[in-house]
């Protein structure tokens, strides 16, 4: 089966100048990735690698924390995407001390793991299932992979080889792990990145070996316990330990991938296996792994995604519920899940060439993963409910740090979704100002695009190709469009095919085209399937990609008070550089005469105003929903 060439433009290829973005881009650049390098600093993570770490003696948890080695190379990551788009000599150094750091406490064979390299050195590759390692070298080896893309150093990539070829002789035919997987997946995807950077088949084939070694019986992780003898590093908490299938859901290791239908357990594990697994469908053209994608895509879009993106219903393992279970108060909606859901949703569209992946992928973006972060890119959401008692705040921190340096290198690396460089002509998936560099027939082509998006659905592209040139130019029509699109080249209109999602005009361009896409963009109500008992009997607001959500500092009343009427129709207003939605609505009067009462509850009138759900909990704590009661 021969696969469709389509790949990501490299960063240096695309330039981002968008009113929505590049402030929090620059936030991001200028306040995130330096706060979360102060608290590495200070959490110990940077001495762990240095052997200095000591437990507190005010802090009972004497453990050294075993992913501190991931938290350390997402911050590379994304300082070297940050470094890419903007030279920053202070910021460079930083970097290179991080890498030194990782240089040296990596031992002479290629192992770089701090904790079992200075406290429990017997105890190497021995605990797959609880304790992390591959997981760590694996954002160790995408660091390594963008630090080298972006500076041209390879420093760091020199030392995550090291580690991968250790790792496909540990895991390879007579090797002391053969037939074993990390029990959090993260590694198999590095590795395809690793490949697709230096060109080695045999990362590509190691990542296959510990997808395809996944869910076989015997089990894996049974066997490496009695082997062990002892607890692995979680002891004995609950269903991440327990031999039975729920426990092997948690990691997605009940049965072969190629099997799994459903998606279920550890939701930040389950995207980074989706992920890698439609990486190696595309390399390979591995039917097999496509069409169980397709699957686990087919379930968890239709039965498990929460309206802002967000993903894991069930906070007691970070992870999937049941069918239709989506609690608004009581979910989870890890920042990490929405992450990991860009990430398999971009690799998706790639895959298939469709563009309702990039529509899951904006849901997730502009909502799950922005509300992650506060305004001011220093405090950090965990997970992201969709209401809130008005106890719920952002932290400045976490003992596990995994989300904060995960969005930073999301939002550095956002070029790298904006646009797809397709055999067959360039695509544009999402609509944000700036420009890119594409190239057909030996000819450069460079498009220039301006927006106010998502605020405003008109879209303009200037076409400039070095020489008049005939290529197809694919626009994305999103799934929120409700009305008919339209097109126009120099200001005239132009038929168009529309294939897969995506607006194709197939001409001759000339430098200085200049194409106009409109996308009716109006505040629209939201229901959901009446099995989704979180959001029976209530509604949502939307306008275009945003989810609005209603918060107390801006209504008269807490928001559980609050009704949004079927007669009104929602109107939206931009100030303060948000959309805000008005409708018509209701207000619970307080009950007089105790705290029950016979008969209806008393309503008067009230207007009831919206912020998108990214920007909620930036006004001091109180109450919000998304999902807002339909009658009284």
Not at 9 to 23: G, N
Not at 40 to 69: K, M, S, T, V, Y
Not at 211 to 234: H, L, M, S, V, W
Not at 267 to 293: I, N, T
Request: with cysteine; hydrophobic share 40%; glycine share 10%.
């Amino acid at each position: 089966m021969t696969q469709p060439h389509r790949s990501s433009l490299p960063i240096p290829d695309v330039a981002i100048a968008d009113e929505f973005w590049s402030p929090r881009r620059a936030t991001v650049r200028a306040k995130t990735i330096p706060h979360q390098e102060d608290r590495l600093r200070e959490g110990g993570q940077f001495a762990a690698l240095r052997f200095e770490w000591r437990p507190d003696p005010d802090d009972d948890r004497e453990r050294f924390p075993i992913f501190w080695e991931s938290d350390v190379a997402k911050w590379i990551e994304a300082a070297s995407y940050a470094l890419a788009s903007e030279s920053d000599p202070k910021l460079d150094a930083a970097v290179d001390e991080a890498v030194a750091l990782l240089a040296g406490a990596q031992q002479e064979d290629g192992y770089l793991n701090a904790y079992f390299t200075a406290i429990k050195p017997e105890g190497r590759f021995t605990d797959l299932r609880d304790a992390h390692e591959l997981y760590c070298a694996g954002h160790l080896i995408e660091a390594g992979v963008a630090h080298f893309q972006a500076t041209g150093k390879t420093s760091l990539l020199d030392v995550v080889r090291r580690y991968a070829d250790l790792i496909d002789r540990e895991f390879g035919p007579g090797g002391s792990c053969e037939g074993g997987y990390c029990g959090h997946q993260e590694i198999e995807l590095a590795l395809v990145k690793l490949f697709r950077a230096t060109g080695e088949r045999r990362y590509l084939d190691l990542s296959l070996r510990l997808i395809d070694n996944r869910g076989k019986a015997p089990f894996y992780f049974d066997e490496e316990a009695r082997r062990r003898g002892t607890p692995g590093y979680f002891g004995g908490q609950g269903a991440v330990v327990r031999s039975d299938k729920r426990s092997r859901e948690y990691n997605q290791s009940h049965a072969p991938v190629r099997e799994q239908t459903e998606a279920v357990g550890h939701s930040v594990r389950a995207m980074y296996q989706y992920a890698a697994m439609a990486d190696l469908a595309l390399e390979l053209g591995d039917a097999g792994l496509r069409e169980a994608c397709e699957r686990l895509w087919r379930d968890l879009v239709d039965t498990k995604l929460y309206i802002t993106g967000g993903i894991g219903a069930d906070p007691s393992i970070e992870g999937f519920g049941p069918a239709f279970h989506l609690p608004d108060k009581d979910g989870y909606a890890e920042t990490c899940a929405a992450i990991g859901l860009v990430f398999w949703a971009h690799r998706m569209m790639l895959l298939t060439g469709e563009s309702t992946y990039v529509d899951v992928l904006e849901r997730a973006l502009y909502n799950g993963v922005l509300s992650g972060a506060s305004a001011d890119g220093t405090k950090y959401f965990y997970g992201n409910p969709l209401a809130s008692d008005g106890s719920v705040e952002r932290s400045d921190w976490f003992d596990c740090a995994c989300c904060p340096p995960n969005l930073a290198r999301l939002l550095t690396s956002l070029e790298e979704y904006v646009y797809v460089a397709d055999e067959a002509g360039p695509t544009v998936n999402l609509y944000v100002a700036g420009w890119a560099r594409f190239e057909y027939g030996g000819k450069r082509v460079l498009l220039n695009q301006e927006s106010a998006y998502p605020w405003d659905g008109d879209v303009r592209i200037t076409v400039e190709p070095e020489a008049a040139l005939r290529v197809p130019l694919r626009l994305r029509l999103p799934e929120w469009t409700s009305a008919e699109p339209s097109v126009t080249v120099n200001g005239a209109a132009v038929p168009f095919a529309v294939d897969r999602g995506y607006a194709v005009v197939d001409r001759t361009w000339e430098p200085g085209d200049r194409v106009a896409l409109s996308l009716p963009m109006h505040p629209v109500a939201v229901r959901a399937d009446a099995r989704v008992g979180a959001a029976h009997g209530k509604v949502a607001l939307q306008k275009g990609p945003i989810v609005h959500c209603v918060e107390e500092v801006d209504n008269e009343a807490p928001v559980p008070h609050l009704v949004i009427g079927r007669g009104g129709e929602p109107v939206a207003e931009h100030r303060d550089g948000l959309d805000r939605i008005t409708v018509a609505g209701l207000v619970d009067e307080p009950a007089d005469g105790g705290l029950y009462r016979t008969g209806s509850t008393p309503v008067r009138p009230t207007e009831i105003r919206t912020v998108p759900y990214f920007a909620w909990a930036n006004r001091g704590k109180g109450t919000m929903a998304v999902w807002v009661r339909e009658t009284p």
